[in-house]
């Protein structure tokens, strides 16, 4: 039986998922966008335990991505949850369908970047998350118009909400979805684990030469 963080009857949630590989400030600049645009009461960061899109050796601990998103999502309204841990599932398809009696209690919304949405169509059973929850999309560096473009955004170009109606998003039926303009910040988790593996690099290197 999994434990969903406390709430209320009919609140407003945003659900934030990703490997967060590591977590950044770009993470907590999207959710600060989202909670403020959609309105919500909450923000519930599900930090998944691997990508099935991404090679699993490029996975940091489960337990250290947990804890540096805790500290990158220090906020009163973010609760950074190991709920696809607890439930066993590795698809965003199958999470949602797990918390299918959870989502019934409030007014959910999925949060995703627009590089994500660009490529919705490459996930399991894509068509079952937006005909499950509907979808918040925030601008992502370079992937705007490709998001506008998917397979995804044409499949349900009938059902986007405008964004000046953003607020109406949470507890819309669904397949309901949001594109959201917001500050642009480049940072991404690719490129810290890739300054973080140069540097490591550099260090062997440096010991290697000084012996």
Not at 25 to 51: C, E, F, M
Not at 130 to 148: D, K, W, Y
Not at 154 to 167: H, N, P, V, W
């Amino acid at each position: 039986m999994i434990v969903p963080p406390p709430f209320g009857e009919g609140q407003r949630i945003g659900l934030f998922g990703g490997s967060f590989n590591p977590a950044h400030g770009g993470h907590r600049a999207v959710a600060l966008y989202a909670l403020k645009r959609l309105d919500l009461d909450w923000i519930w960061w599900l930090v998944s335990p691997q990508n099935p899109l991404k090679e699993a050796d490029g996975y940091r601990d489960y337990d250290e991505r947990l804890k540096v998103a805790r500290q990158v999502a220090r906020h009163p309204r973010f609760i950074v949850t190991d709920l696809e841990q607890q439930l066993g599932t590795r698809t965003t398809a199958a999470t949602l369908a797990a918390l299918a009696p959870v989502l019934r209690r409030g007014r959910f919304v999925w949060i995703m970047g627009a590089d994500s949405f660009a490529h919705l169509h490459h996930w399991n059973d894509w068509t079952d998350i937006p005909e499950t929850i509907p979808l918040a999309i925030l601008a992502r560096p370079g992937f705007s118009m490709r998001a506008l473009e998917s397979p995804a955004a044409l499949r349900y170009e009938g059902r986007r909400i405008s964004s000046e109606r953003a607020r109406e998003l949470p507890g819309a039926t669904p397949p309901a979805w949001c594109f959201i303009p917001m500050p642009l910040r480049a940072e991404s988790s690719t490129a810290i684990r890739e300054r973080a593996q140069k540097g490591g690099l550099r260090r062997r290197r440096s010991v290697m030469t000084a012996s």
